[in-house]
C-alpha cells in the first residue's frame, strides 16, 4: 500500500470516529479486565513468557560501532550479551557461561577481541565459539563443540536491533506485519538518536503501556500540553496481528495551521506524507514499544519490568542528525517539552498502581476508545497460553473480528 492509500484509509477512519454517536453497532461491550492481572506475583511470573518468546528492541547498529563492541541486555526476559562479531555480524547470546553459568561478561558495554568469563576464565570468540579452558586436563570428555554460547536470535529493521530468546519465533519482519511497510517511509536507517531518558515509575508495566494506548485522558491529564495540540475525539485505530496497533489522532485545525507558519527549527524527514503534519500517528509493537510519529522525528518509548510494581521507562528520540547549534538547540526545546508530558503521565501512575493495588477495584471496565488496552491484554493471554492463566485472571478474546489486518 502506498502513502496516499494509506493516508486516504485513515482520513476515512477519522471521519467515522468524528461523526459516530456511540461505538460501532457491532462492537462489543468490553469484558472487564481483572485488576489481578496487574498485582498479582503469579501473574507477574507467567508473563516471563512474554520476555522470552517476544522481539524486543535493544539498541541501533551503531550502538555497536566497530568488531568487539559489545553490550549485555537483561531488562526483559533473559541476561543476553549482544556483540558485533569479527566479521562485522551482529550477534546475541545468552549472558550464561556454559561451564558453571556465571555471567561471561559483567559490565553494560565495552570492547574486546575475546569473552573471558569472570568466574574462571573459560573464554569465547565473538562468534560464541569456546575457546580456551584453563586447566582443561582435569575435564574428561569436555566436548568444546558443545559448549559455546547459546545464541538468541538478531534481526535489524531501519538500524533498530531486536533479539529474540525464541529460536523458533517468526522473522522480525513478518512479526511487524503492517508496521514494517506503514514505518519504510521514515528511512529508519538515516536516522540518529537525538536524546534519551530514563525514568523509573512505581507501577506494573501494563499501567504504564495502558497510559500510552488511548487518548481518553488527554483532556484531563494533559490539560496545558497534549490537549492543545490534538482531538482526540478523531483518534482512528487499527489493531494488528501480534498484539501490535495503531492510533492516528488530529490536530486541531489551529495547530496545524500555525505549525505551518512557524518552523519549529528542526528539518523535517524527507518524503513523508501531509498526513504526518495533521496528525500524531502513534505505533504499539508488542510487548513494550509505543512511538509517537512527528514530521521531525519521533521518541521510541520502552517499559521494562523490574518487579510487580517498578517499570523502567526509557524513551530515545531519533531524527536527522546534525551539527547545526540552533537544531541541537530545537532538538532540546522538542525533548524538554516532552519532558512535561511525560511528567503529567507518570505522577498518575505511581499512585494508580497504590490505589489498583488496595483491592478496592476488582476490574476495570473499558470503552471503545480504550480497545488498544484490551487488545494488548488479549495478546498477553495468547502468548501466556490461556491454559495458563487462572480463570478469574483471564481476559475473554473479542477482539479478532476487528483487526485492520490479519497479515
Ligand atoms: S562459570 Fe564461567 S568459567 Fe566457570
Ligand atoms: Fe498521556
Known amino acids: 500500500m502506498g502513502q496516499d492509500e494509506w493516508a486516504e484509509k485513515i482520513r476515512h477512519q477519522m471521519r467515522f470516529e468524528f461523526e459516530r454517536t456511540g461505538p460501532p453497532d457491532d462492537f462489543p461491550a468490553l469484558p472487564e479486565i481483572p485488576t489481578e492481572r496487574y498485582i498479582s506475583g503469579e501473574f507477574f511470573a507467567l508473563e516471563e513468557k512474554i520476555w522470552q518468546q517476544s522481539w524486543l528492541l535493544v539498541g541501533r547498529e551503531e550502538d555497536w560501532s566497530e568488531p568487539g563492541r559489545y553490550r ?32 561471561v561478561v559483567r559490565e553494560a558495554c565495552g570492547l574486546a577481541k575475546r569473552l573471558r568469563c569472570q568466574y574462571h576464565s573459560w573464554t569465547y570468540g565473538l562468534d560464541g565459539e569456546l575457546l580456551s579452558v584453563p586447566d582443561e586436563r582435569d575435564f574428561r570428555d569436555l566436548d568444546r563443540g558443545s559448549r559455546g554460547l547459546r545464541p538468541v536470535r538478531l534481526e535489524t529493521y531501519g538500524g533498530w536491533v531486536f533479539v529474540n530468546e525464541d529460536l523458533d519465533a517468526e522473522p522480525l519482519l513478518s512479526w511487524l506485519g503492517p508496521i514494517a511497510e506503514e514505518w519504510a517511509p521514515l528511512h529508519g536507517e538515516s536516522l540518529r538518536a537525538m536524546a534519551s531518558r530514563r525514568e523509573r515509575v512505581p507501577a506494573n508495566w501494563k499501567i504504564v503501556a495502558d497510559a500510552f494506548l488511548e487518548t481518553y485522558h488527554v483532556k484531563t491529564i494533559h490539560t496545558s500540553t497534549v490537549s492543545k495540540l490534538l482531538d ?11 498484539g501490535h496497533s495503531r492510533m492516528v489522532t488530529p490536530k486541531w485545525d489551529r495547530v496545524v495551521e500555525r505549525q505551518r507558519q512557524v518552523a519549529s527549527g528542526i528539518r523535517e524527514l524527507p518524503g513523508l506524507h501531509a498526513l504526518f503534519a495533521e496528525t500524531n500517528p502513534a505505533y504499539s509493537v508488542f510487548p513494550n514499544l509505543i512511538t509517537p510519529l512527528d514530521t521531525v522525528g519521533f521518541p521510541f518509548i520502552q517499559f521494562w519490568p523490574m518487579g510487580i510494581a517498578e517499570t523502567e521507562v526509557e524513551w530515545t528520540f531519533y531524527g536527522l542528525p546534525t551539527d547545526v547549534p540552533e537544531e541541537q538547540a530545537a532538538w532540546e526545546a522538542y525533548v524538554g517539552v516532552f519532558d512535561q508530558v511525560m511528567g503529567e503521565d507518570f505522577q498518575n501512575l505511581g499512585s494508580m498502581h497504590r ?27 495468547r502468548r501466556l497460553g490461556r491454559d495458563l492463566i487462572p480463570e478469574a485472571m483471564q481476559v475473554r478474546p473479542v477482539l479478532e473480528p476487528f483487526w485492520e489486518s490479519q497479515s
Not at 92 to 102: E, L, P, V
Not at 232 to 242: K, W
Request: charged share 25%; net charge neutral.
Open 355 to 381: 490505589s489498583v493495588a488496595s483491592g478496592a477495584l476488582a476490574s476495570i471496565p473499558l470503552n471503545y476508545q480504550e480497545r488498544r488496552i484490551y487488545h494488548l491484554h488479549e495478546e498477553i493471554d
Open 232 to 242: 482526540h475525539r478523531g483518534a482512528a485505530m487499527g489493531l494488528f496481528r501480534n
Open 72 to 103: 549485555t541486555a537483561d531488562r526483559g526476559g533473559s541476561p543476553l550479551l549482544i556483540c558485533r562479531d569479527l566479521d562485522g555480524e551482529l550477534r546475541g547470546f545468552f549472558n550464561t557461561c556454559q561451564h558453571r553459568g556465571a555471567p
